[in-house]
């Protein structure tokens, strides 16, 4: 086991030293240190050697499209091609990193048992947070969905009362929750209105950041009114309101059901222990 853990404690020194001795040369001839030791020490590594090199690989060309959408989701701004690189270079090189110290720790103290365990771990920290990332889109939409129905009831009371669309969707911002994914966009949108933006594009980046089928199919019926008009709006968005109230309890079973099935491991234990709680004394007594 020394041997492996001497190759990959060598082979992580070497591409971390391949990126760092250029920077620190940059930076001390600019006369100031370094600007982001994270960057050199778990990025750069991953970046030059890996990605750069990987990149034309379909699996890896796929892995940086699927980020750079989650990131664009959650962020709420469309990243750029080399953010989204780099923060995959970031998840990678965590990795290689976990890898090297836990390779460096086992040569230092000799305990070739470390370096298994290290490289598991190592391997399994990239893809908790790809994972990680991606259950933040996923609650992201969850919650967008949950707010839907919501904001398209007030919507239909302002414009059953008369109320302009612009001015009711204005309304719905301005009173929405702080921080709520489907508001602040909405708050985005009718900012970029009032500063000269059509009402169409400012609707379609609404629907395009949001990045929720529903959010867009609800967008099509708004720009849909306020191109034709007509007395037929309310009821349509009645439909869609049914729809989105079917879709939210319908999230509402499918959140419920997931509650059951992680509760059933803790429950099956506790009855476990239960039972050697009940059945030990009757053990001890015939012994």
Known sequence: MLIPALLIAGCWLLATAATLIPALRAARSDGRGPADWKELLLAEPADRLILARASR??????????????????????????????????????????????????????????????????????????????????????AVLRELPEMLSVLMLLVG?????????????????????????????????????????????????????????LTSALLLQYRKGGSDFVHALRELSFNLWEKRKSLARTKGEEAVSKLSLPLVIIFFVLMVIVGSPAILGFN
Do not use: W
């Open 57 to 142: 690989l379909a699996p890896v060309q796929s892995l940086l499209a699927a980020v750079h959408a989650d990131l664009q989701r959650l962020g709420g701004r469309a990243p750029t091609l080399a953010e989204s690189r780099r923060f995959v270079a970031h998840v990678v090189g965590s990795g290689l990193a976990a890898a090297g110290l836990t390779a460096m720790v086992a040569l230092l103290t000799g305990a070739s048992d470390v370096l298994p365990v290290g490289l598991l771990v190592s391997a399994l920290l990239p893809v908790s947070r790809i994972r990680s990332l991606r259950r933040q889109v996923e609650e992201r939409r969850r």
């Open 161 to 217: 009362a008369g109320e302009s669309l612009q001015n009711a969707l204005l309304r719905c911002a301005r009173e929405g929750g702080e921080g709520h994914p489907l508001y602040r966009e909405l708050k985005r949108a009718m900012n970029a209105m009032q500063n000269g933006e059509s009402f169409q594009l400012a609707m379609d980046g609404f629907a395009r950041r949001v990045g929720v089928q529903e959010a867009s199919v």
